[in-house]
C-alpha cells in the first residue's frame, strides 16, 4: 500500500538512524493496512503523519555529582507523542541504553496501549541514558533531583503524569517528586509509582506483572484451557518479572525461571520468590547468589548463550512472560520455545520479540498477547492512582485488583473482536493496533487539525 510506505520511508528520512522506532511504526502501520483499505478518512485527515510525530520532543542536559564531587553529565528526555485521549501518560526509563529512538518508540507503543485501556490517557515517555547501577543513594538521588530540574517545566497532573520504568523504581519516583515539590511548593499527582504514604495507589507495583498474567488467563480461557500446573518462562528479575512470578504461583501454574543482565535461573521445582524478591528488591544483587539458597536450581550465565533471552527461552515449557526489555526474543527463540511446547506467550516488557518471533508465534496459531495490550495493567493502575490523588483517597486492594483484572479481560475482549471483525480471528496483534488506532484517530478528526 503506497500511503503506508511512504509514511515510512519519510518516517526514516526525519528520523534517521532509529531503528526501534520503525520497527514499531512499521507493526502498527502493517497491522492496519485492512483498515485503511476500508476507510479512506483516516488518510482524508492526514491522521497516520501527524500520529507518528511526537507533539513535542524535549532533550536536555542532566549535570549532576558523583560522591567524589565529580561533575556528571547525562541526557535526558521526554517524549510527550499525543494528547487526544488525555494528558500524557508513560514512564521514565535510567538505563545506557537509551537514546532518543528508544523513548520515542516507547512513546509510540505508549499511545495505543494508553487508548487500549479505554481510560482518557495520551501517550509519552521519558528517560536518561544514566545507569542507577553500583550508583550510591546519594547520587541516584542528586541525579533525579538534577533532571527534575528541567522536567518539573513540561508536566502537571493535568498535562503530563510520568511513571516509573527500568531503572525507576519507588525509590527513585520518590527523589523525583520530593524535588519536585521543593521548587513548586504543589503536592499534587503528578508522576504516579508513589511510596503509599505518599499518594502511592495500593497494587501499583504488582500491576504490570498481575495484568500481563490475567491477560494470559483470558487468551488460555478463550480456547477452553487455563494456567493451573502450567510450566512458565519469565524472563527478567524487575519489578514487571517479580510480580508474573508472584500472580503465577497465586494461580496454580510454576514459574520456573527468571534472568538479570548476567544469566538464568531454572528452578524446576518453581522460582522461590522470597528468595527473588530479597535479591532483587533488597540486596540489588545478581541472580548468580539464588544458588546460595537453592543450590538444586541451575544458572546459565549468559555468554552461554549470545543471543535473545539469555537461556530462558531455550528450556521446554508451557507458557512463556518475557518481561525483561525490547527485542529481547529472537525468531531463533521463538522456534526453540515453538519446538518445546510453548502455546502461550504474554508480553510484560515493550516489544520483547522481534519481527520474526511475532511472526513465527502468529504463523504456528498459538495463544500470543502483544506487549501494548497484554502489559497494559500498570499504565491503567498508574491512572486508577491518579484518580485516587484527585480525590484525595486511597482504595483498598481489592478494589485495585478488580478493577484491573476488569480492565485486562476488556482489552482481551475488545482485541479478540477487532480480530475477527477484520477476518483474523486469533491474531491480538491485528485486534490490538487497529482497535488503540481506531481510538486514538477518531478523537483527532473530532478535534480538527491540532
Known sequence: MPYVHDTLTRLKQSSPAQ?????????VLECLRPLFEHHSRYHDHGIIERIVEPERQIMFRVSWLDDTGKVRVNKGYRV?????????KGGLRFHPSVTSGTIKFLGFEQIFKNALTGLPLGGGKGGADFDPRGRSDGEIMRFCQSFMSELYRHIGPTCDVPAGDIGVGTREIGYLYGHYKRLTGRYEGILTGKGLAW???????????????YFAQNMLAARGDGLDGKRCLVSGAGNVAIYTIEKLHELGARPITCSDSRGTIH??????????????????????HYLNERPRARYIPVCDYPSGGHGVWHIPADVAFPCATQNELTGADARVMLANGVRCVS??????????????????GIAYGPGKAANAGGVATSQL????????????????DQKLRNIMANIHQQCATTAEEFGDPSNLVLGANITGFRKVADAMIEQGLS
Open 19 to 27: 531503528s526501534e522506532f520503525y520497527q514499531a511504526t512499521e507493526e
Open 80 to 88: 510527550q507523542f499525543n494528547s487526544a485521549l488525555g494528558p500524557y
Open 199 to 213: 499518594g502511592g495507589s495500593l497494587g501499583r507495583k504488582e500491576a504490570t506483572g498481575y495484568g500481563a498474567v
Open 267 to 288: 528452578d524446576p521445582e518453581g522460582i522461590d520468590l522470597a528468595v527473588l524478591k530479597r535479591l532483587k528488591e533488597v540486596q540489588r544483587t545478581s541472580l548468580e
Open 347 to 364: 508480553e510484560g516488557a515493550n516489544m520483547p520479540s522481534t519481527k520474526e518471533a511475532v511472526a513465527c508465534f502468529l504463523d504456528a
Open 385 to 400: 492512582e491518579m484518580a485516587q490523588n484527585s480525590s484525595m483517597a486511597q482504595w483498598p486492594m481489592e478494589k485495585v
